[in-house]
């Protein structure tokens, strides 16, 4: 994998945008002022700048995350020169030592989410409860603690001791609901934006910690169309899709050998490599067939991290664990419908008890999240179930990634573990 990149806060040239069924709209648009004195920031017209260092933060996070939550959770296969980690990872092994730069970014994305919110309170004082960057600096810090409570096997808050990972997910609720709360004060598209990612952020947190009936409100809220992405760009190579250098550019990670690659559904793309004799190309370590991802197919690619489709996903598990097997199914087929096309169908699935209708929803989240970084915390979390909704992928496996070892040599609330 690439050499971690460097992050300056404030500096970033990406910016943070939102999808909708009509197009694109942007968050803001803030141009690369270059590197900014701490200072500087201590002023109303600084907090654009500050908002898009906290998304460049959260795409980083991402691109450091997803190959290896796609080795994990079975969405690619190693194929490729890095190692020895990576290679573990494809058998579900994950060292503290392995995953240094991950836990790094990730919380890097926390911390300076958290902290810009702290002084935006001071910065902006009163407007703070009417200001779109205060919505937006809360949203970006959800999802980070969202992405870490998904992953990690426990939370480590600023230097403080171990805890239940949970916390993460406690953190970005009250985190996603102070973005509703500020949203809700604003007026036009912005609000309405703002208020279905942090709606979006909220019912899966809420999903996490077991109140269906508060992720239902909250996911009925999205609309089907909805997405909300991590950006990545061509302005620089820290703002490329890593995911897609090295499956695009290179041949590290292949879909050969992994559920997908029996799979043709249009929201799991990929398709095969053949040299100019004819064979089928190999990846980078010369041996593993290279089937090619075709989600990400450049390096401008943008990762979804909020959609309606989930949300219809999540009100469907909603119902499978309140015993309506029609209702979850009807929810199901709307995702399959929405993403139905005719090169590539998904005809209406039937499923009449909770047996049959449980692998449906695991196979269709799956697919529908297919290398979001979202997989690994399904696995996980299924894994811990009895009874039909039980997966058993990760027996035997590692579930989640550990304290790094970085972290571990660093905390003194952690030396000796």
Request: net charge neutral.
């Amino acid at each position: 994998m690439r050499v971690n990149r460097i992050v300056r806060l404030a500096s970033a040239t990406v910016a943070f945008s939102t999808l909708a069924a009509t197009g694109g709209c942007n968050f803001f648009d803030v141009s690369n002022p270059g590197p900014i004195a701490d200072d500087n920031l201590n002023v109303p017209s600084a907090m654009a700048g500050l908002t898009t260092g906290m998304a460049f933060n959260l795409s980083e996070a991402y691109n450091s995350l997803s190959p290896q939550t796609a080795l994990l959770s079975d969405d690619l296969y190693h194929a490729g020169s890095y190692g020895p980690g990576q290679g573990l990872w494809n058998r579900g092994i994950v060292r503290p030592e392995d995953i240094n730069g991950s836990w790094g970014d990730m919380h890097a994305a926390r911390w300076v989410a958290e902290q810009g919110i702290e002084r935006m309170k001071t910065v902006l004082g009163t407007g703070y409860d009417t200001s779109p960057f205060a919505a937006r600096a809360n949203i970006y810090a959800g999802l980070a603690n969202r992405m870490l409570g998904e992953v990690t096997c426990n939370s480590v808050i600023d230097g403080g001791p171990s805890g239940d990972h949970k916390v993460h997910f406690q953190r970005a609720e009250a985190q996603f609901s102070e973005a509703i709360r500020i949203a809700g004060g604003l007026t036009g598209a912005l609000r309405d934006s703002l208020l279905r990612v942090a709606h979006g952020g909220r019912a899966s947190v809420r999903a996490w910690q077991n109140n269906w009936t508060g992720a239902v409100t909250d996911a009925q809220i999205v609309p089907s169309a909805y997405v909300f992405v991590a950006p990545f760009s061509t302005n620089t190579a820290a703002e490329n899709n890593e995911l897609a250098f090295e499956t695009i550019n290179r041949s590290e990670y292949t879909v050969f050998g992994t559920f997908w690659s029996a799979v043709r559904d249009p929201r799991v793309p990929w398709d095969t490599v053949r040299t100019t004799s004819g064979a089928l190309a190999t990846g980078q370590d010369g041996r593993t067939v290279f089937f090619r991802q075709r989600k990400f197919i450049n390096l401008a690619a943008d990762i979804p991290i909020v959609k309606g489709t989930e949300m219809l996903l999540v009100r469907a598990e909603a119902a499978l664990r309140n015993n309506d097997v029609p209702g979850a199914m009807t929810l199901i087929n709307q995702v399959r419908a929405f993403h139905n096309v005719a090169t590539s169908p998904l005809p209406p699935l039937t499923a009449t008890t909770l047996a049959e209708a449980w692998p449906i929803l695991q196979r269709e989240r799956g697919a529908t999240l297919w290398l979001e970084s979202r997989r690994l915390w399904d696995l996980r979390r299924w894994n811990a179930e009895t009874g039909p909704a039980k997966n058993t992928f990760l027996d035997n496996r590692d579930k989640c990634i550990p304290i790094s070892l970085n972290e571990i040599q660093a905390n003194p609330n952690l030396r000796g573990t």
